[in-house]
């Protein structure tokens, strides 16, 4: 049964940092792409990361690149998303996501939040 759950959300203050984990168990992690992406109040869910299997090619949406950066260790199973220079339009729930054949997963989601 695949699995992914997400950590390391919390309250920043503009300009800092957070790096989020997504922990992920029930699939051949290293075979598959993984996403991450966020939903802010009142809005549409969006892609904010995506890297390759095997970690050779990322991708980022237009508004967190230069910021922020996805990386995974597939030996831990483990993908990660590094945020620095937080703003507070960052503000939202970060979810993990694989996408395996048909079928899409989703972890629970963790809360950023960038306020002063």
């Known amino acids: 049964q695949v699995q992914l759950v997400e950590s390391g959300g919390g309250l920043v203050q503009p300009g800092g940092s957070l790096r989020l984990s997504c922990a992920t168990s029930?699939?051949?992690?290293?075979?598959?792409?993984m996403t991450w992406y966020r939903q802010a109040p009142g809005k549409e869910r969006e892609l904010v990361a995506a890297?390759?299997?095997?970690?050779?090619?990322?991708n980022y949406a237009d508004s967190v690149k230069g910021r922020f950066t996805i990386s995974r260790d597939n030996a831990q199973k483990t993908v990660y998303l590094k945020m620095n220079s937080l703003k507070p339009e960052d503000t939202a729930v970060y979810y993990c996501?694989?996408?395996?054949?048909?079928?899409?997963?989703w972890g629970p989601g963790t809360q950023v939040t960038v306020s002063s």
């Open positions: 890297i390759t299997g095997a970690g050779v090619i990322s």
């Open positions: 996501h694989l996408t395996r054949g048909n079928n899409r997963y």
């Open positions: 029930g699939f051949i992690f290293s075979s598959y792409g």
